[in-house]
T-cell receptor, first 116, second 120 residues
Framework: AQSVTQPDIHITVSEGASLELRCNYSYGATPYLFWYVQSPGQGLQLLLKYFSGDTLVQGIKGFEAEFKRSQSSFNLRKPSVHWSDAAEYFCAVGPYSGGGADGLTFGKGTHLIIQP | EAEVAQSPRYKITEKSQAVAFWCDPISGHATLYWYRQILGQGPELLVQFQDESVVDDSQLPKDRFSAERLKGVDSTLKIQPAELGDSAMYLC??????????????????FGEGSRLTVL
């Protein structure tokens, strides 16, 4: 079965500082990997995704992520955070092949706090 | 821009009552998902539809939850009777059918804004 681990429940970063959110996954084949962001009381918005090819992927809002197969990781980065980046961030892996379905499996999320 | 529509946005009910949530996916999306997100947790898949057929409902508590997508378009998720532990955000998502050939099918899930359920 596939799984996703986001080791950091909360991260606090000063505005303008760099950011890295960690994600480790477990999957039996080449994974499809996603990062979503969720503002309070809202649905999830896709930041970026990795399917194949270049292991460094660019997303919206200045985010990027790097797929490292040897480390089973897909960490999210941003060189300079803005106060509006404060939100919950979810890493997800798919497709699920065990039962023939393809719903994504999500991590528990990392809550990002931006200090002024 | 096309969106996934969900209603109601908020629902407060007493335990043992029945509740229902509605979802209208993006037009042309054959796959529809219902996820449950408990406060402070990531979303967990409850049920997945491909057109009108259930593909995966292994995590759906079938003694009290039911889901249908009769015409393969919009969907309803029902809880009867509601329990205190059902308090959560219920998220609907849709996607193009996975495995469908074509550059537009990236497997991305598009989420609605969710329905927040509080059971008292």
């Amino acid at each position: 079965a596939q799984s996703v681990t986001q080791p950091d429940i909360h991260i606090t970063v000063s505005e303008g500082a760099s950011l890295e959110l960690r994600c480790n996954y477990s999957y039996g084949a080449t994974p499809y990997l996603f990062w979503y962001v969720q503002s309070p009381g809202q649905g999830l918005q896709l930041l970026l995704k990795y399917f194949s090819g270049d292991t460094l992927v660019q997303g919206i809002k200045g985010f990027e992520a790097e797929f490292k197969r040897s480390q089973s990781s897909f960490n999210l980065r941003k060189p300079s955070v803005h106060w509006s980046d404060a939100a919950e961030y979810f890493c997800a892996v798919g497709p699920y092949s065990g039962g023939g379905a393809d719903g994504l499996t999500f991590g528990k999320g990392t809550h990002l706090i931006i200090q002024p | 821009e096309a969106e996934v529509a969900q209603s109601p946005r908020y629902k407060i009910t007493e335990k043992s009552q029945a509740v229902a949530f509605w979802c209208d996916p993006i037009s042309g999306h054959a796959t529809l998902y219902w996820y449950r997100q408990i406060l402070g947790q990531g979303p967990e898949l409850l049920v997945q539809f491909q057109d009108e057929s259930v593909v995966d409902d292994s995590q759906l508590p079938k003694d009290r939850f039911s889901a249908e997508r009769l015409k393969g378009v919009d969907s309803t998720l029902k809880i009867q009777p509601a329990e205190l532990g059902d308090s959560a955000m219920y998220l609907c998502a849709s996607s193009l059918a996975f495995g469908l050939a074509g550059a537009m099918n990236t497997g991305e899930l598009f989420f609605g804004e969710g329905s927040r359920l509080t059971v008292l």
